[in-house]
């Protein structure tokens, strides 16, 4: 059942990080299926900031035009279209042994209807409205999912960090780290040494629905930094800017 | 109804009764008169006159046709010129002295101690060649006729309880064939199950014909609206969140080119308002369900289990996001519920909404599940603010919020969903403050 992959651990020790595509990897290219012209090319835009890229298809016929002629990474549908259920072009993509996974837009809140959703055939799902580190995170577990180990471990110094796992280990060690304090990680090890603002982090880090002030970043570079101790490398506070990660001990 | 029928049948016979007595108090009277009358004309044209004075054979055979009436007894008096000339002096005179030529006047009155019928006749003779009138007086008892009146009164009687009897059980049966194939058809209405909105097609006598097709006209309008309920529900989510989702891209898509600070505000101002607006939809879309379903009584055996790890994983990603994990403890055993699968999920659904949203970051929520007697008991477990002392009864009552929750955006709709379904499935709730800080909400809802 292609639900029960999706199941995660109830007892919490499964983090699932944001994998945060570093500038230099290749951005994604997005399909995106939504009949409503504003949202369409509101979402395009907000995925385009992150530099992936971004058809849109505002019908059923379009979106078939469209993976007859390009190939995507991802494929977010919408339910309700002009031509037809949305639902039904994802069983006849799935039927059609197409393996380009799919992500749906819903806008219902029922779980069974969700539920449905995976058994027709959707990798996920995501409410509308929905929060783009939301979506980005479930992206991203979506196509860690599909492409199993083809993403490579990185490491910066001492630290090794294995985005499919969410693992870290220091020095071969493994570190115990939670959600944030990975995707926090994640962010800066995809970019050493370069400055990134507590407003950046922030956006990353927490929903924009949450009434946080940009220096609870503070907290969470903190218990970044006892999560790292020991190790070859360390978060550096840039006074009146930002952090980065820097190679050397904790001064 | 068919006691409407027997007291008319009643009322009938009692008239019947009554009519047929006075009937037959006159008849009888009647008769009694018409043969006094002739016994007292036969007894005064026996009367001869002559120059000695007045003589009379009595004709017995007057009497005899009396005494056919019965076993009364009869008596005599015959009159000339007022001075009683034989028989009973004491039998009372007629109110009006009877015309000479034969014409009887009746009367009744008492004598010896008796009621009597009386006749009078009277007659010229002529006597020593001077015309004398002779008056005769019959009288006779009136046991008979009273008899006679009782038995045909009783036969009256008989008559009317049988034509009772027959009615009633008549209308028994025209009752009973009107009324049955109408309650066959209320059976087979009410044998029904909740989603059976066909229309009815057992053939029914031609007078219930109408009735049938504007109940089966009653049926397809009630299908139609009932079909259009929930297609409305899901369209209208669908039209309000995807406007809300267009407003919350654009104000993220905004936030990340902004560097002014009162601006960033400004725009995560936006973005908790499209949440919120979506949540409050969402959740008076879901309490329109709820009410709509509970009406329906569609019930179907539910995993308990399996739906709340359903739940947890729609849940989970979410919560991940703010270092918020949800641990689902139990059954020991399986436990089943029969209920409306829609209403449950709405209920937990918006516990472990309400449990997320007023959780601190990097916590863990509780959800467990355990058999209390004949119930599942679902408890679902925060560490976040508390209720500080609010009670049950207020937290639940629509559109009523806890007097700690100013700073978080909410409907006061959730916990009013989770009273709605406990009452529509037989279930109970509580919430409380949690030993150790944060509330535990408990829902218990019959097993199968």
């Excluded at chain 1, 078939?64 to 072009?89: C, E, K, N, S, V």
């Excluded at chain 2, 015309?99 to 009078?120: C, H, I, N, S």
């Excluded at chain 2, 066909?198 to 139609?224: D, H, K, M, Q, Y």
């Excluded at chain 2, 058999?371 to 559109?399: K, N």
Aim: proline share 4%; hydrophobic share 45%.
């Amino acid at each position: 059942m292609h639900r029960r992959d999706f199941t995660p651990n109830l007892t919490g020790t499964c983090h699932r990080p944001t994998i945060w595509r570093l500038s230099k990897d290749p951005a994604l290219r997005f399909l995106l299926v939504e009949d409503d012209p504003d949202l369409a090319r509101s979402v395009a835009e907000r995925l385009r900031l992150d530099g992936h890229g971004v058809d849109i298809a505002q019908s059923i016929g379009a979106a078939q035009d469209h993976l007859a002629t390009a190939g995507y990474d991802l494929i977010l549908l919408d339910i309700m279209l002009p031509d037809g259920d949305g639902r039904d072009f994802l069983g006849a993509h799935r039927r059609a042994r197409a393996d380009t996974p799919v992500i749906v837009m819903t806008a219902r809140s029922a779980v069974s209807d969700r539920v449905a959703l995976l058994d027709t055939g959707a990798d996920d799902y995501i409410t509308k409205p929905f929060d783009f580190n939301e979506l980005e995170a479930r992206v991203r577990a979506v196509l860690r999912r599909r492409n199993g180990s083809a993403q490579p471990l990185v490491t910066f110094a001492d630290i090794t960090f294995d985005p499919i796992g969410a693992l870290v280990s220091v020095g071969g060690e493994a570190r115990d780290l939670r959600n944030r304090e990975l995707r926090l990680l994640e962010i800066l090890i995809g970019a050493p040494g370069r400055i990134h603002s507590k407003g950046q982090l922030c956006d990353r880090l927490f929903s924009a629905a949450e009434a946080v002030s940009d220096n609870a970043i503070e907290v969470y570079v903190a218990r970044l930094r006892k999560k790292l101790e020991g190790s070859g490398a360390r978060v550096e506070t840039v006074r009146g800017v930002g952090y980065r990660l820097v190679a050397g001990p904790a001064s | 109804m068919i006691g409407a029928l027997l007291a008319v049948a009643a009322l009938l016979a009692a008239l019947l009764f009554v009519s047929i007595r006075s009937v037959a108090d006159t008849a009888v009277e009647t008769t009694q008169d018409s043969i006094l009358g002739a016994a007292a004309i036969a007894i005064a044209e026996e009367l001869r006159g002559g120059d000695e004075g007045l003589s009379i054979d009595i004709p017995y055979t007057s009497f005899a046709m009396l005494g056919s009436i019965g076993e009364d007894r009869v008596f005599y008096r015959i009159l000339v010129d007022g001075v009683t000339a034989t028989g009973y002096a004491d039998l009372p005179l007629p109110p009006a002295a009877p015309a000479t030529g034969l014409a009887p006047v009746f009367y009744t009155a008492t004598y010896d101690q008796t009621e009597v019928r009386l006749a009078a006749v009277s007659r010229s003779v002529v006597v020593a060649r001077r015309a004398v009138v002779a008056q005769v007086i019959i009288a006779q008892t009136r046991s008979a006729k009273d008899a006679i009146v009782a038995q045909m009164a009783a036969r009256a009687a008989a008559l009317g309880l049988g034509f009772f009897a027959v009615a009633a059980i008549l209308s028994l049966i025209a009752t009973r064939a009107v009324l049955q194939p109408l309650s066959n058809l209320a059976d087979a209405v009410g044998r029904r199950g909740p989603d059976d909105l066909r229309p009815i097609e057992r053939p029914v006598p031609v007078e219930l014909a109408p009735f049938v097709r504007s109940l089966n006209g009653f049926i397809g309008r009630l299908a139609t609206a009932l079909s259009r309920t929930e297609t409305f529900i899901a369209e209208a989510a669908h039209h309000i969140r995807t406007p809300l989702a267009t407003l919350r891209a654009q104000a993220e898509t905004a936030l990340r080119r902004s560097e002014d600070d009162a601006t960033r505000e400004a725009l995560r101002g936006m973005i908790r308002a499209a949440d919120d607006s979506a949540r409050r939809a969402g959740q008076l879309l879901d309490h329109a369900a709820v009410v709509y379903r509970s009406d329906q009584r569609s019930e179907e055996p539910i995993d308990l289990a399996a739906l709340c790890a359903d739940i947890v994983t729609a849940y989970a990603p979410a919560a991940a996001m703010r270092d918020i994990d949800i641990h689902l403890h139990g059954p020991d055993s399986a436990l089943t519920l029969r209920a409306d699968r829609l209403l449950v999920e709405s209920a937990i659904r918006n516990l472990v909404d309400n449990a997320i949203k007023y959780s601190d970051a990097d916590s863990a929520i509780d959800i467990t599940l355990a058999r209390d007697g004949r119930r599942a008991h679902i408890a679902v477990a925060d560490r976040g603010r508390g209720l500080e002392g609010a009670r049950t009864p207020h937290l639940t009552a629509r559109l009523k919020r806890g007097r700690n929750v100013a700073d978080v955006v909410g409907s006061g709709l959730g916990l009013t969903i989770v009273r709605e379904v406990v009452r529509a499935q037989d279930g109970a709730f509580s919430i409380e403050d949690r030993e150790g800080g944060g509330t535990c909400a408990n829902l218990w809802l019959p097993l199968a």
